[in-house]
């Protein structure tokens, strides 16, 4: 079993950046394709970005190309999204998610956790 814990979120004005973190414990992901999604209120949770296991390959949803970034530190078991040029639109719950086969922009993961809220106002 992995666990995925989130952390990073916040209140941010537009504009503005955030980090967020994803800490996988249980056994090491370093094997694992990692991904990003998102659920706004009232909506479908939505691919924002993800990374095959050896961090050679990442693909992000238009909304958010050339503003965020996702990288991972295999060596700390740890997943990061850092999110620049933030936009109230990008409010939402964000999550992080584990695959033990190859990396996919569908919800179509392993493991997932709980989230983390990012609230961005203008």
């Known amino acids: 079993q992995v666990q995925l814990v989130e952390s990073g979120g916040g209140l941010v004005q537009a504009g503005g950046s955030l980090r967020l973190s994803c800490a996988a414990s249980?056994?090491?992901?370093?094997?694992?394709?990692m991904g990003w999604f998102r659920q706004a209120p009232g909506k479908e949770r939505e691919f924002v970005a993800a990374i095959s296991w050896p961090g050679t390959n990442t693909y992000y949803a238009d909304s958010v190309k050339g503003r965020f970034t996702i990288s991972r530190d295999n060596a700390k078991n740890t997943v990061y999204l850092q999110m620049n040029s933030l936009k109230p639109e990008d409010t939402a719950v964000y999550y992080c998610?584990?695959?033990?086969?190859?990396?996919?922009?569908?919800?179509?993961?392993?493991?997932w956790g709980q989230g983390t809220q990012v609230t961005v106002s203008s």
């Open positions: 249980g056994r090491t992901v370093s094997s694992y394709a």
């Open positions: 998610a584990a695959r033990r086969m190859l990396v996919t922009i569908t919800p179509n993961y392993d493991y």
